[in-house]
């Protein structure tokens, strides 16, 4: 393991960028938790859990065995993961029923992230491959439930400010599936993996 290398899976990295996170989350938090004792509307609290889910996940990793020190790879890590944190509640839905995209996208969340474990990342990296549950349908099940939410969230709470967190989000995302394979693919369990479950986001589609 090199200098750097080190330092990216060092305790003081993971100090700092999970308070950096954190620091974000909070105000997105705050911001939703208001709207949801202003409207009632319990889609808030569901989106809000899960951007929660996902920061606890970050924070409680376990230790990655390889990980990108590819600039870029980091860039997009950041970005895509900060990116939903700017989205924001809306006086007007362009599809109100898209709440229920919200709904089941959550529960898939919490389903791929129960399969991932503490094998949860931000930044491409290698810690114990995960084949089952949700990895058993697609390779990239908790990006497929973010898909998912996020859409809901949008036509739910549509403004110019969330549709463009929206496909900064999504190009990021479909980004950071190429990377993180790209970095997962030097472990031949992995190309094995990829020969078993073919599809990255839907089954049968994509």
């Known amino acids: 393991m090199n200098r750097l290398t080190s330092l990216l ?3 003081m990295a993971h100090m700092l960028s999970g308070l950096f996170l954190a620091l974000f989350y909070g105000i997105f938090a705050y911001v939703h938790l208001l709207s949801f004792f202003k409207t009632q509307q319990i889609t808030m ?11 606890f996940f970050y924070i409680f990793r376990s230790k990655p065995v390889t990980i990108s020190v590819n600039g870029f790879d980091w860039m997009v890590a950041i970005i895509g993961t900060f990116a939903p944190l700017f989205f924001r509640p809306a ?15 959550v529960i898939a969340q919490i389903l791929g992230l129960i399969s ?12 114990k491959i995960k084949t089952g549950w949700m990895y058993r349908l697609v390779r990239h099940p908790i990006y497929a439930s973010y898909c998912l939410s996020l ?15 929206y496909l900064v989000s ?12 790209k970095h997962l693919m030097l472990d031949p369990i992995y190309i094995e993996y990829m020969s078993k479950v073919r599809y990255r986001l839907i089954p049968y589609i994509v």
């Open 9 to 11: 899976v060092s305790r």
């Open 91 to 105: 006086d007007w839905g362009l599809l109100p029923l898209a709440k229920y995209a919200i709904i089941v996208g």
């Open 116 to 127: 991932l474990n503490h094998s949860f990342a931000l930044v491409a990296a290698k810690r």
């Open 170 to 181: 999504m190009v990021f995302l479909c980004i950071r599936i190429v990377r993180e394979e």
């Open 45 to 55: 609290i569901l989106f809000c859990f899960s951007e929660t889910l996902l920061v």
């Open 151 to 165: 859409l809901g969230y949008v036509l739910t709470n549509t403004s110019l400010t969330n549709v463009v967190v």
